[in-house]
């Protein structure tokens, strides 16, 4: 085994050559790497006097960072598992960010300076589905302090410095939901108040030391009660009833409860509809949010409330800051057209209103945490953290925003590229010229020192700086290599961003959904997004544009919508509200006479609407009509089944909608088989040739088809994850399903295999991953597909006479033989997605680019997925390139397109070709986003940025030098030989 | 705070001898069914070299993954980390750090045996009596720029042309002096007369 291993290490070394490399100082130079954090949910303020001022946020991406808050720059960043969303952050003994994840069950402590787990507690919670509330109260008890973490009807005590549970208690009723917890000061008496089956109220009286019970007491409720609550003082709280219109104002003094009912309508005049508490902590103040305003009210003496503040507006209410003993102050946001207002209120008191233009692409305000700092004469000041529709956060400072984070696009659902604008004719300057040579020869001085390693590492940081700052990777125009592209993404709040791959910026961003909503729209929501027009040929001077496709309302059935969008500049050229729903859109190999491509979205009744509307599409489609195809997988019930269109549809009379005719279904078994994943080749994959040469001269034809489909189904035992399945119950059957015909190309059963599956289709192969049980060791499978009716074109007669079957086109009507070569193979790691490379006219080897489950993005050459690897390859195949078989395919560190960086929470990879047939451009999104341009089989069409031009030059002056000495020479020897 | 420290350290040492006696340690927890898992994530033996760019490797950046991702967790500070309430079965347990490569651990937890747990690693089988993770080999991601030597400068395309023509120069009139003159000079009236210019002509431009 030892030797195996070295064996295949010894092999690696030697493989190394060819494996995707850059040197430590490239980084940077084709790639970019941006860090985000996503939505933000909870913010703590960490604003001490000493060190840095950061605020600690939990967003919806389940991750958990530190923030500069001066800068917003991430200072550490830790994202948890899918399953694992954070319920509540915190601090404690200032040195400590708790998180409490996973519905109340996991409580983690993190130091707040660099973001080190220092402990982790599992709480043990038996029902953790159960509705609960967490406090994290720091309850002192001697040196340590306690986090107290409430579950239904328990209380669990957690030491802050070891995490271990110091108590609990399991207060075992029925019901029982607690709701709030506190210690009056210099009191060893926690106070526990629930409610129980929304009637009775129940308090405890727990020693905060032991966690004993000391006394309880319960009353029952005059209204029934809602779970929202806010606790105004140490001894009373009010809580909402279910109809949301009533107060409930329950005071717990000295073992007793009593309770009052306060109708809202007396105490805010034009009250209607349902009101909403914002939950707060103590000082007498609570705030009801109702439909029409904001009302802060006070309580006062026993059973007295009044209002003390509204603002008139509904604007979103932060959290309350306790600045003093006495003082409680709320940010109020507005939002109108494009400028936000936020107003301070202490005590319900207007104390501070900013107003503030902002960018009209970010949509409404969604949440807001506010911050106080002292002034130096003693007053407050305020900052407010603004999370905004479009999920970028925002702070808010004396009336400017300091900083802004664009977290949106840690939630990309959806990418495509764009082509930038051509650049226009114009002279350039002499001077200008004169400068860029000089520059460029000043560059290249640098390179060579850098290369003749003499330099310093001034000249070092000089030559990063200049790679970095190198205008022409980031102009906004095309180039002739095509290097220069926008990555247009979508993320999941609907806004769109054109990235450009030179340095990531962002070009254009639009929210595009604020626009549609209305009475025919109420939540508009962005589905997918695809090339509408990419111009060549007739339409050059035409904008390419996208196509943006959604859906009015949460269900399938509810309408769409569509827009188009200008891909240079983010402009809507055009919004329309569909009169059918969207099921599944489906981009045609077709376009228009103005290059527009066309598309058909099928709504949910299974009929075919052609877009764009226009008669010379229409025709262009009803001439194809007969040659077009649909299939859809339908999970739930484990069929396939493919459609042809025909002319007329169900549900209207219109010109541009077709209807659909069932022609083939397959049914999996649903007893012993579930499909858990489907792939296809990229419709505008190139491929270069069918034939493939073999080593002993033979050739091999590829059966590339576009309507090949790979599914995966596994049995329904080892649906789960792994370790939920025993081999024996266990197996995985991969299909190769022709669309047309439903015809299945191949089948093959992997025993004791079991998801999930991972699979990437290309040219005539299919590769895909998953976890094979026996071994417990992941694998990853290659099937290669081969047309075997054209295997008899070897005779050169044949060919010389036109008998052979090559210029036939390939076509799913005809049914060739096709025989299929297959070879598995270890794979160490877990894998989150797979993707393949595509080059322009898809010549260049390809590489497999894999995401693996420490997000990084390894690319795997596809020679190592080659079913004809043998253990001992003859001479010729190895002349051939043909690597040795060995059971593991090997992770080459250097072969990591994403070198030290890791994309968070990896879920796609994203592979688009330049217009260099050597390169390929790599986009893989998360929560963050990587970029970098890769050659797969080295640059060989074009001279890298590592070639020495001054080498060349001072090579060319050696040579003429030389040739100059060598002349002189020979005269002078010429004259002494005429002397003789 | 020293004190506190102090009770820290005194609880990981606690931690640790436990760990000496009973190093795959699991417990059938309160809720029942599961168990718990843990283990440790060793770096001591590894001092890293060429990680680029200042990046010193962290633990606080090494995640423990639960069966391709249904839990993660992460490594406190001593290296222990632990999983809680797990299903008896076979599991596999991952370990991400971008500093290092480690192998995937198969843990199986007996349901029979209650507690019994075994662990190998999966990329050469062996098997651990406990559940200490190591990296197999630190991971290198660039290549290294190789020192700067004559022999390559010699090696390159334009340096083979430079000792190409210096050879030329220096080395075949030294093989000329070895001919005879009259043979020479015959051999180069042979040459005028067959057209072949000399190179001394040439540049002078007359043939």
């Known amino acids: 085994m030892e030797a195996r291993f070295l064996l295949g290490f010894l092999l690696l070394l030697s493989l190394s050559s060819f494996a995707f490399a850059i040197y430590e100082d490239q980084v940077g130079l084709a ?200 606790a105004i003082s140490s001894d009373s709280l009010v809580a909402l009833d279910t109809s949301r219109s009533n107060l409930l104002l329950i005071k717990f003094m000295a073992g007793t409860i009593t309770n009052h009912k306060l109708p809202l309508s007396d105490i805010v005049q034009d009250f209607s509809g349902l009101a909403e508490l914002i939950p707060t902590k103590s000082n007498d103040i609570f705030v009801v949010k109702t439909p029409s305003n904001v009302a802060f009210i006070k309580v006062k003496g026993d059973n007295e409330i009044e209002l003390i503040g509204k603002a008139d507006e509904a604007g979103i209410v932060s959290d309350s800051l306790t600045l003093s003993e006495e003082e409680q102050a709320f940010a109020v946001v507005h939002h109108s057209n494009n400028a936000i207002s936020l107003q301070v209120r202490i005590n319900g008191r207007e104390a501070l209103t900013e107003g503030i233009k902002i960018e009209d692409h970010r949509g409404h305000v969604k949440r807001v945490f506010l911050n106080n700092y002292v002034r130096t004469d003693k007053s407050h000041g305020f900052r407010a953290l603004i999370v905004m529709e479009d999920e970028s956060l925002l702070l808010m400072q004396q009336g400017e925003v300091v900083w802004s984070r664009e977290d949106g696009l840690a939630s990309i659902s959806d990418a495509v590229v764009a082509e930038l604008p051509v650049e226009k004719e114009g002279g350039v300057s002499v001077v200008e010229v004169e400068h860029t040579l000089l520059e460029w020869l000043k560059g290249h001085m640098l390179k060579l020192k850098g290369t003749l390693m003499l330099s310093t590492p001034d000249d070092m940081a000089a030559i990063q700086a200049m ?34 791959t030179g340095d990531g910026r962002i070009v254009w961003a639009h929210l595009l959904t604020p626009l549609l909503q209305s009475e025919s729209c109420p939540s508009p929501s962005v589905l997918t997004l695809r090339n509408w027009r990419v111009p060549h040929r007739k339409a050059l001077q035409e904008n390419p544009s996208i196509l943006l496709v959604g859906r009015c309302g949460a269900g399938p059935e509810s309408h769409g919508f569509l827009f188009i969008v200008d891909s240079y500049s983010g402009k809507v050229l055009e919004t329309q509200i569909l009169d059918h729903s969207i099921a599944e859109v489906v981009p045609l190999p077709l376009a228009d006479s103005s290059e527009q491509k066309l598309h058909l979205v099928i709504d949910d009744k299974l009929n075919a609407h052609l877009y764009p509307r226009g008669s010379d599409a229409l025709e262009v489609f009803v001439r194809e009509m007969a040659n077009m195809y649909y299939y859809k997988v339908e999970n739930a019930k484990e069929v396939i089944k493919g459609y042809a269109f025909k002319k007329g549809c169900s549900t209207g009379s219109s010109a541009y909608c077709f209807g659909t005719r069932e022609l083939w279904s397959v049914v999996f078994p649903s007893d012993s088989e579930r499909i858990v994943a489907t792939a296809r080749r990229k419709i505008n994959e190139v491929v270069h040739t069918q034939a493939k040469i073999m080593t002993n001269q033979d050739v091999m034809y590829k059966y590339i088809t576009k309507n090949i489909l790979f599914v995966a189904t596994v049995s329904p035992k080892a649906a789960g994850g792994i370790g939920s399945a025993a081999p024996d119950d266990a197996w995985l059957v991969a299909y190769l399903i022709d669309t047309v015909t439903g015809r299945i190309l191949h089948r093959v059963t992997h025993q004791g295999a079991q998801g999930p599956v991972h699979a990437v289709v290309s040219e005539n192969w299919v590769v895909y991953h998953y976890f094979n049980l026996r071994a417990h060791r992941y694998e990853m499978t290659v099937i290669e597909i081969y047309d075997q009716s054209r295997a008899d074109n070897k005779d050169v007669m044949k060919l010389v006479l036109g008998k052979h079957n090559l210029t036939a086109p390939i076509t799913s009507y005809s049914r060739p033989e096709i025989a299929t070569k297959s070879q598995s193979y270890f794979f160490t790691h877990s894998v989150k997605a797979i993707a393949v490379t595509t080059t322009a006219r898809g010549i260049t080897s390809k590489q497999i680019l894999i995401g693996t489950i420490g997000d990084q993005v390894l690319a795997l050459d596809k020679r190592y997925l080659d079913p004809r690897r043998t253990a001992n390859p003859s001479q010729e195949e190895k002349e051939e390139g043909i690597i040795p078989l060995t059971d593991t395919l090997p992770i080459i560190p250097q072969s990591y397109v994403t070198h030290t960086r890791q994309v968070g929470d990896l879920r796609g990879i994203m592979s688009f070709p330049a217009n260099l047939e050597s390169t390929t451009h790599v986009f893989s999104y998360g929560i963050d986003l990587f970029y970098t341009r890769i050659a797969p089989s080295r640059t060989y069409d074009s001279l890298t940025d590592e070639f020495s031009y001054v080498l060349l030059l001072i090579t060319v002056v050696v040579l003429i030098v030389a040739i100059l000495v060598t002349w002189a020479m020979s005269q002078k020897k010429d004259l002494q030989e005429k002397w003789r | 705070m020293e004190r506190s420290s102090a009770l820290i350290g005194l609880i990981f040492l606690l931690i640790s001898i436990s760990c000496l006696i009973n190093p795959i340690s699991a417990a059938a927890s309160g809720s029942g069914e599961g168990y718990s898992i843990a283990g440790r994530v060793k770096l001591d033996n590894f001092v890293t070299k060429g990680f680029g760019l200042g990046h010193s490797p962290k633990l606080s950046e090494t995640k423990v993954i639960l069966n391709g991702g249904q839990r993660t967790t992460f490594v406190r500070p001593d290296g222990y980390f632990s999983f809680h309430d797990v299903p008896a079965g076979t599991h596999l ?110 540049v002078a431009g007359r043939s």
């Open chain 1, 467 to 500: 790679h970095l700052k190198s205008t022409e990777r980031n102009k906004m125009t095309r180039d002739h290599n095509g290097f220069r592209k926008l990555i247009i993404v979508l993320t999941r709040s609907g806004k769109v961003y054109a990235l450009h």
């Open chain 1, 31 to 230: 790639d970019w790497h941006k860090r985000y954090i996503g939505k933000v949910k909870h913010a703590v303020f960490h604003t001490q006097k000493t060190g840095r001022r950061r605020v600690v946020v939990s967003t919806e991406e389940n991750a958990i960072a530190s923030l500069d808050l001066r800068t917003g720059d991430i200072l550490w960043r830790h994202v948890l598992g899918k399953n694992d969303a954070v319920d509540q952050i915190g601090l404690s003994l200032g040195k400590y960010v708790l998180t409490l994840s996973s519905q109340g069950s996991v409580l983690r402590a993190w130091n707040l300076p660099d973001g080190q787990m220092v402990w982790e507690t599992d709480l043990q919670i038996s029902n953790p589905s159960n509705s609960f509330l967490h406090v994290l109260g720091n309850v002192k008890s001697g040196r340590d302090s306690l986090s107290l973490v409430c579950n239904g009807g328990s209380i669990r005590a957690v030491s802050s410095i070891d995490g271990l549970v110091v108590w609990k208690k399991d207060l075992s009723i029925d019901g029982l939901k607690l709701k709030h917890v506190f210690q009056p000061p210099e009191s060893d008496t926690i106070y526990a108040i629930g409610f129980i089956d929304s009637s009775l109220i129940a308090l405890y009286h727990i020693n905060a030391k032991t966690g004993e019970l000391l006394k309880h007491a319960t009353q029952a409720s005059s209204v029934d009660l809602s779970s929202e609550i806010s």
């Open chain 2, 93 to 202: 347990i991952e370990v991400s750090s971008i500093s290092y490569l480690f192998s995937p651990v198969r843990v199986d937890i007996s349901a029979r045996n209650p507690g019994k747990i075994q662990a190998a690693l999966t990329e050469n089988r062996r098997a651990l009596n406990e559940l200490v993770l190591e990296p197999m080999k630190d991971e290198q991601y660039y290549e290294i720029r190789e020192p700067f030597s004559m022999l390559s400068l010699v090696k390159s395309p334009m340096g083979l042309m430079i000792g190409f023509m210096v050879l030329v120069m220096f080395v075949f009139p030294k093989m000329m002096d070895g001919v005879d003159p009259e043979e020479m000079r015959q051999a180069q009236e042979q040459m005028r007369e067959h057209g072949i210019p000399s190179i001394s002509n040439l």
